[in-house]
């Protein structure tokens, strides 16, 4: 009998736990996926990746000089956008961007500024969905409408502090304009509505 009582109450514990334990996850599941103003929030993995990273190759593409072409640069210049975040180096996004480019010499400025005291950046890393080339003129400038996801960015100081957070954007857009030059494609300038980095 008191072994029935106490196998009864052991079971009623465990059965306490599962369920405190399900309302835990789902409110932690409720936090991770909550909506910011400006649509769906894409958080960074919190686990930190041992790997290096290695700087993205432009498809062959991306070297024509047509529509096409422009349209594959600019999704392989967000992807150098990325990992410039991501490892603090920024001479290939300096090589695929115009010096007259301000929006690309801003990126290119909260990088350095996060990285060169031995802080760092996690998250911010770009996916395109859309690059369409919608404005040609002589071949030498294009114009090259972007549809784009931003996970959130995160800044960290040398000891670890928070320092700086730009949230995630799911389907923001920009106009991208590239410049034929005797290398290949460069970014001119970038119209965002929003903040771009």
Not at 81 to 110: F, H, M, N, W
Not at 129 to 151: C, H, K, L, P, Q
Request: net charge negative.
């Amino acid at each position: 009998m008191i072994e029935e009582r106490g196998g009864a109450m052991r079971a009623a514990r465990v059965a306490r736990a599962v369920v405190a334990l399900s309302l835990g996850v789902a409110a932690l599941v409720g936090c991770a996926n909550s909506d910011s103003s400006s649509g769906s929030v894409i958080e960074p993995s919190s686990a930190p990746s041992s790997a290096k990273l290695t700087p993205p190759a432009p498809d062959a593409e991306a070297a024509a000089h047509d529509k096409a072409g422009a349209a594959a640069f600019t999704e392989y210049w967000f992807a150098v956008l990325s990992y410039g975040i991501q490892t603090g180096e920024v001479e290939l996004l300096r090589k695929v961007s115009d010096p007259a480019c301000t929006a690309c010499t801003g990126a290119i400025g909260v990088i350095q500024e996060n990285y060169n005291d031995g802080g760092s950046l996690q998250g911010g890393v770009y996916t395109v969905r859309e690059a369409n080339t919608i404005e040609d003129f002589a071949g030498e400038v294009m114009t090259v409408a972007v549809a784009y996801d931003r996970s959130p960015r995160y800044g960290t100081s040398p000891l670890g502090v928070p320092r700086g957070r730009l949230d995630g954007k799911s389907f923001a857009d920009c106009d991208v304009r590239v410049l034929w030059t005797s290398s290949g494609w460069k970014v001119r300038g970038i119209n965002a509505s929003e903040q771009l980095i």
